[in-house]
């Protein structure tokens, strides 16, 4: 990890992900050293794609549900994980269940380490190829990031975190999100992995714009 | 227009775009000058979007049949455009009626007037805002490209030729297409005007690899 600190005058962008997603997966790998060379603040903000899906009348990843896109996408995320030289495995499950490690970044989302947890459950889906709604895989993702992980696994699945992330996904989908990853700068919204480094450019050409 | 002219060595990319299509707009506008740069010779590929949608299970286009990506889709194309240093404006009319001008274009595609064609038509939807299924429309566009458009007209509407763009159709639909553009460097399939990049790097990388 670089050592860039964040400073208070730092334009701020949210990152809204799943971690059953493919191509989440590649922003929350990527996200953090890009944003902070380019001096943009991170909101990590984990949202279910499930009740988005459904919503649009699918009752499961399009990826699954259109034949075609799907031997389509997995040959893309692999070149792109190649291009940014990313570690890649298609899962054997697709998606996995992650309403565990979901609930724990819910809770963890303004932790300082909520990006290296974030990776950590990532590179369990898309590289180890394991379950991460095992709880025996969320504590070793949060192994050495706190002290007491097991409770903080209890209090994930509780209210009100339980229902924060429920929330936040009804609040998502307010705004027009319709999936992951989505960027948020403002109310300006850019969806997918491949507009990642246009909406940190966004954030930085606004927060010069309107300096005095 | 630059004046690089295609080697007989150079490495092949086909292009299948349909004018409707508000992301090949962008496609169709810069792909021949990124192609030259590249020294890549690019096969240009009408394909129809109607049948592919229909053997979707849809009857038009995903923009229109779901609400919140057909917001986005706009906002993110203008953007796009923006950064390409492309016009745009909304069309009217989504997804308009294309036929006309991909017959012709598929009576055209291996001519040099091809490309010059193309963005003439693309320009008509995307910037003018005009009927592009109009006679008199396609006729313009090919004011100055060939000696006599209105034979070309007629014969665009005649068999073989009718017959060939849905056949193109079909075959691309067999080699997993689902949408447009799409660019192919041998069966290495790219979807989105956001890997013309991409699939142009491949191209080059694959003639390299194999040159003796």
Redesign the interface.
């Given at each position: 990890m670089d050592s860039v600190s964040e400073g208070p005058d730092w334009p701020e962008m949210e990152f809204l992900f799943e971690f059953a997603s493919n191509y989440s997966y590649l922003s929350v790998m990527r996200i953090g050293a890009l944003a902070r060379a380019a001096r943009v603040r991170v909101r990590w903000r984990p949202l279910l794609l499930g009740p988005i899906f459904r919503d649009?009348g699918w009752n499961n990843s399009p990826f699954v549900l259109?034949e075609?896109?799907g031997?389509?996408v997995w040959?893309?995320w692999a070149?792109q994980a190649d291009?940014h030289g990313l570690a890649h495995q298609r899962p054997t499950q697709f998606p996995r269940a992650s309403m565990l490690p979901m609930r724990v970044a819910t809770l963890a989302q303004d932790q300082p380490w909520m990006e290296a947890f974030c990776q950590a459950v990532m590179r369990q889906n898309f590289v180890e190829d394991v379950d991460i709604n095992d709880p025996k895989n969320v504590l070793r993702a949060l192994r050495g990031l706190v002290d007491d992980p097991a409770v903080l696994l209890v209090r994930a699945a509780e209210e009100p975190n339980k229902s924060r992330l429920r929330e936040q996904t009804a609040q998502a989908?307010q705004r027009?999100?319709?999936?992951a990853p989505t960027f948020f700068v403002g109310e300006e919204?850019?969806?997918g992995d491949?507009?990642l480094e246009?909406a940190l450019a966004w954030a930085v050409k606004g927060s010069k714009s309107t300096r005095r």
């Open positions: 649009m259109q075609q896109k031997r389509y040959k893309d070149r291009k989908q027009g999100v319709f999936g919204m850019f969806w491949d507009r246009d």
